[in-house]
């Protein structure tokens, strides 16, 4: 019994939403990977704690970092005011913006965002997308994922997709649907920070000395090389 909860005790729970690649997702074996989930792994071996990743909801995530039912999460999550008034925020590791997917005929319809205040747009629900899709025309249908949002464009339930440019530019590159292109149009200055419970001030500083370390010894190029080719 007490060699068990020493080792729960190295265990951190980090929750994820994975269908986000290629920040997380899952491969034909159903396992969780992704840049997300090796930085996340790469920061814990530095730091010595092992990392159980739960998959949930988007929208599930910072409530349950609140709750101490996750200590933290991963999920390229954007970091944003109203969120760090509930949860920590480790430093930036990433930087992103988001951009929209509209079907391939309407490209010189929607050449811009303005030209979409008038209509129906799509977005994964509690995200900065769907944030900037209410600004944008106030006429917005939310998703669970961003894969059923991109479905709901295609069958014209809505006009575009707003979503992180990152996840856009990944689903256009590897899914050889050429059915959907993305607008000129960008909305930059997000910042993704992993999400820690306001309870562990201790874990957020492993994390952000874990992120340091990686950063230093070249372990984070590594993993921004493997997903994004660059
Ligand atoms: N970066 C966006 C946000 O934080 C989207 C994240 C996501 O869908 N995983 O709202």
Known sequence: CSALSIA???????????TFAPFEFTNEKSEIIGFDIDIIKAIAAEEGFDVEIVNMPFDALVPSVLTSQLEGAIAGVTITEERAQRVNFSDPYYKSGISAVI???DVSKYPSFDSLKSSRLCAQIGTTGANAAQKISGNVGT???VPEAIMELKTKGCEAVLNDRPVNLYFLRTKNDDSVVEIKELLNGEDYGIMVSKKNPELLKQINDGLDKIRKNGKFAEI???WFNV
Not at 8 to 18: L, R
């Open 8 to 18: 729960n005790a190295n265990t951190v729970k980090i929750g994820t939403e994975a």
């Open 103 to 105: 079907r391939k005929e």
């Open 143 to 145: 998703y669970n994922t």
């Open 224 to 226: 921004h090389k493997k």
